[in-house]
């Protein structure tokens, strides 16, 4: 059985992994900082929602590897090699430390549906925070940036990611409900 689980656990990181980096072919270009508005932020999150921390951190680990060895992980297939040196460097720190982190929100939801809700919303809402506050820090340290500066280069993405954030939320309760075990619950007890 537990073989069957870390094959299971390996086989769901290489999916979303996967996902993410096929989200890397969505983005939209804005004059702000050079940062592109992609779907890839969302994705990632939605690994933490859906795979819990432990999972989720692999999941971001295993897309910097990819992206570090040369492949194009990034939108306009950048390699994280090549983002290193750049202004997203914060951002690629981010995707390693948000779905960790909401994940470990995400899997102490309650078992009714309600409580789910709130708390894959907020996971979700903490997993963006935490991608903002690195890519300002990398805005900081790659472009000069004062703190207030960094922070405010993100008010364009606000809402558009919120509603990426909603989405991924939306998806995971469908995950969840459809997949109990994932959270090691059993399907009667997201029905109550």
């Given at each position: 059985?537990?073989?069957?689980?870390?094959?299971?656990?390996?086989?769901?990181?290489?999916?979303?992994?996967?996902?993410?980096?096929?989200?890397?072919?969505?983005?939209?270009?804005?004059?702000?900082?050079?940062?592109?508005?992609?779907?890839?932020?969302?994705?990632?999150?939605?690994?933490?929602?859906?795979?819990?921390?432990?999972?989720?951190?692999?999941?971001?680990?295993?897309?910097?590897?990819?992206?570090?060895v040369g492949l194009p992980i990034l939108a306009g297939g950048r390699s994280?090699?090549?983002?290193?040196?750049?202004?997203?460097?914060?951002?690629?720190?981010?995707?390693?430390?948000?779905?960790?982190?909401?994940?470990?929100?995400?899997?102490?939801?309650?078992?009714?549906?309600?409580?789910?809700?709130?708390?894959?919303?907020?996971?979700?809402?903490?997993?963006?925070?935490?991608?903002?506050?690195?890519?300002?820090?990398?805005?900081?340290?790659?472009?000069?940036?004062?703190?207030?500066?960094?922070?405010?280069?993100?008010?364009?993405?606000?809402?558009?990611?919120?509603?990426?954030?909603?989405?991924?939320?939306?998806?995971?309760?469908?995950?969840?409900?459809?997949?109990?075990?994932?959270?090691?619950?059993?399907?009667?007890?997201?029905?109550?």
């Amino acid at each position: 059985m537990k073989k069957n689980s870390v094959a299971l656990d390996i086989a769901y990181v290489a999916v979303f992994t996967a996902l993410i980096i096929v989200f890397a072919f969505v983005s939209i270009p804005t004059p702000t900082a050079g940062v592109p508005i992609v779907l890839q932020n969302a994705v990632i999150i939605l690994a933490g929602l859906v795979l819990g921390g432990r999972r989720g951190l692999f999941v971001g680990l295993l897309f910097m590897v990819l992206g570090l060895v040369g492949l194009p992980i990034l939108a306009g297939g950048r390699s994280a090699l090549s983002a290193i040196a750049g202004p997203t460097v914060g951002y690629l720190v981010g995707y390693i430390i948000s779905p960790a982190i909401t994940g470990l929100i995400a899997y102490r939801a309650p078992r009714n549906k309600t409580g789910m809700t709130v708390t894959l919303a907020i996971a979700g809402i903490v997993g963006l925070a935490i991608q903002y506050f690195c890519g300002s820090i990398g805005l900081m340290v790659r472009s000069g940036m004062s703190f207030g500066a960094a922070i405010l280069a993100q008010v364009p993405f606000i809402v558009p990611d919120l509603i990426k954030v909603v989405v991924m939320v939306v998806i995971a309760i469908g995950v969840h409900a459809a997949f109990p075990d994932l959270m090691g619950r059993r399907a009667q007890s997201t029905h109550r």
